[in-house]
């Protein structure tokens, strides 16, 4: 079973803060991705990468940055935290885009609340 | 501009009827579509997908409909049981020549079936 873990479950941080989350995912997959999920507004692509140190720009990548230095591991970080930032903020892992069609694997998410 | 739209943000279905869940699409160049199931506070997981060259594919209580004139896919969950409940997300993919690994997500559509 692909498992795809995040470092928090729920977190709190203050406006200006900056702030880290972590994805694992065990399967070895090139391909990873940051979502947020808001209601009314389904899932948005923040961040995705396709191989170690590389990156590209998802829908809404303003405020964000993103660093995947090792193939399992893709981190998000909010340089400054503001409050319309909170969120559930959910990633996913897939087998490279150009294999056979393979579904996103998602991780439980991190509830972000910025105060 | 929302390439993936769910009308319907909310639907109640009785225990044992059929539910149907809808999702519209303006891209053409789609070619495999995907639906999500998502529980609070957990990931979306994978449901049934579809390729563009069929037209319905089956996986037990879970059927999807693809209709490509009419840019419109629907998933039928029959019978609907009340562990059913949770938040459907449609998706698309572009295909592989797109050079893009992203997946459209729609808004959401969640799922009520009453006992």
């Known amino acids: 079973d692909v498992k795809v873990t995040q470092s928090s479950r729920y977190l709190v941080k203050r406006t200006g803060e900056k702030v880290f989350l972590e994805c694992v995912q065990d399967?070895?997959?090139?391909?990873m991705f940051w979502y947020r999920q808001d209601p009314g507004l389904g899932l948005r692509l923040i961040y995705f990468?396709?191989?170690?140190?590389?990156?590209e720009k998802g829908d809404i990548p303003e405020g964000y940055s993103v660093s995947r230095e090792k193939k399992e591991r893709f981190s998000l970080i909010l340089e400054s935290a503001s409050t319309n930032q909170t969120s559930m903020y959910l990633c996913?892992?897939?087998?490279?885009?150009?294999?056979?069609?393979?579904?996103?694997?998602f991780g439980p998410g991190t509830r972000l609340t910025v105060l | 501009d929302q390439q993936v739209k769910q009308n319907s943000p909310s639907l109640s279905v009785q225990e044992g009827r059929i539910s149907i869940l809808n999702c519209d699409y303006t891209?053409?160049?789609?070619?495999?579509f995907l639906w999500y199931k998502k529980y609070p506070a957990e990931g979306p997981t994978f449901l049934i997908s579809?390729?563009?060259?069929?037209d319905k594919n089956e996986d037990g209580r879970f059927t999807v409909f693809l209709n490509k004139s009419a840019k419109h896919l629907s998933l039928h969950i029959v019978p609907s049981q009340p562990g059913d409940s949770a938040v459907y997300f449609c998706?698309?993919?572009?295909?592989?020549?797109?050079?893009?690994?992203?997946?459209?997500f729609g808004t959401g559509t969640r799922l009520k079936v009453l006992a």
């Open positions: 399967m070895d997959h090139e391909n």
């Open positions: 891209n053409s160049m789609f070619d495999y």
């Open positions: 998706a698309a993919k572009p295909p592989p020549t797109s050079g893009t690994y992203k997946y459209i």
């Open positions: 990468s396709y191989d170690v140190k590389m990156k």
């Open positions: 579809i390729s563009s060259i069929k």
């Open positions: 996913a892992s897939s087998l490279p885009g150009d294999s056979s069609y393979n579904e996103q694997f």
